[in-house]
């Protein structure tokens, strides 16, 4: 019985000529899954008929079989695309924004800082998720080369994604918001205005939701420093935000 499953399995992979044109994606799995099924057996010269042995080496035969399961599994490469997108929010700890693909139920953190994400969580109806899939060997779809769009904007911002949850043990960086706002203000009265500048700059792109607060101290180092022209550009977004008092 097994040595009629191998003949069998033999002609069908022997009558094959690699063709991919046309070849749908169920197509390409079943034509891997038969010729993994044949290698798995692992077939010796007295399995196979002589006739099929006499007209192609069994061994040379199986470095064919795996290269054209390679070139199969490159023929499922195809475009990933998806407007069907769920913002999850901001994580700070992980300087990432958090997003869900619907259609492949499929969370992935894009490492950004906290000015970037903002733009898309306000824009959140208009993005767009793209990458690259190929098979594995397992036949499941890898994903790369992801890019995160906004429709009808110039704003494209390529990423590999982070992995969608901290593993067991690993530590979160040590950034505090608390912290770090007490030692720019702290560095601001002691006239340290460069240190305290660089403190609220970190405040801005690790912190969601942003706080005109950060904005405000910003233009004061900056109006201090005598750049007065980024100071009046700072006051006035800190004053269009609704938060000035």
Same mark, same amino acid.
Not at 53 to 67: A, G, N, P, T, V
């Given at each position: 019985?097994?040595?009629?499953? #191998?003949? @069998? %399995? ?8 690699? &063709?991919?044109?046309?070849?749908? =994606? !169920? ?57 069907? #997108?769920? @913002? %999850? ?8 924004? &958090?997003?869900?693909?619907?259609? =492949? !139920? ?140």
């Amino acid at each position: 019985m097994i040595n009629n499953k #191998i003949h @069998i %399995l033999f002609v069908v992979i022997v009558a094959f000529n690699i &063709s991919l044109a046309g070849f749908t =994606i !169920d197509e390409i799995k079943n034509m891997v899954q038969n010729r993994k099924q044949w290698l798995a057996l692992n077939p010796s010269p007295t399995d196979v008929p002589n006739a099929i042995l006499d007209s192609m080496d069994l061994e040379h035969r199986k470095d064919q079989i795996l290269q054209e399961i390679q070139a199969l599994l490159d023929g499922s490469r195809e475009v990933y695309s998806s407007r069907d #997108i769920e @913002i %999850l929010g901001y994580e700070s700890a992980r300087r990432s924004l &958090s997003v869900h693909c619907q259609d =492949i !139920d499929k969370t992935i953190l894009v490492k950004m800082s906290a000015i970037q994400a903002d733009e898309f969580i306000r824009n959140a109806d208009r993005i767009k998720l793209q990458a690259n899939k190929v098979l594995n060997w397992n036949l499941e779809w890898v994903y790369t080369n992801w890019v995160l769009s906004l429709v009808d904007s110039q704003i494209v911002f390529r990423f590999e994604p982070e992995e969608s949850q901290l593993e067991e043990g690993e530590l979160q960086d040590s950034f505090s918001e608390e912290a770090t706002y007490n030692e720019a203000l702290q560095a601001y009265e002691l006239g340290n205005y460069q240190q305290s500048l660089e403190k609220f700059g970190l405040l801005q792109e690790r912190v969601y939701p942003p706080k005109p607060a950060y904005i405000y101290w910003t233009a004061r180092n900056y109006m201090v420093m005598g750049d007065n022209s980024r100071a009046i550009q700072l006051f006035r977004e800190y004053l269009g935000s609704g938060d000035a008092e």
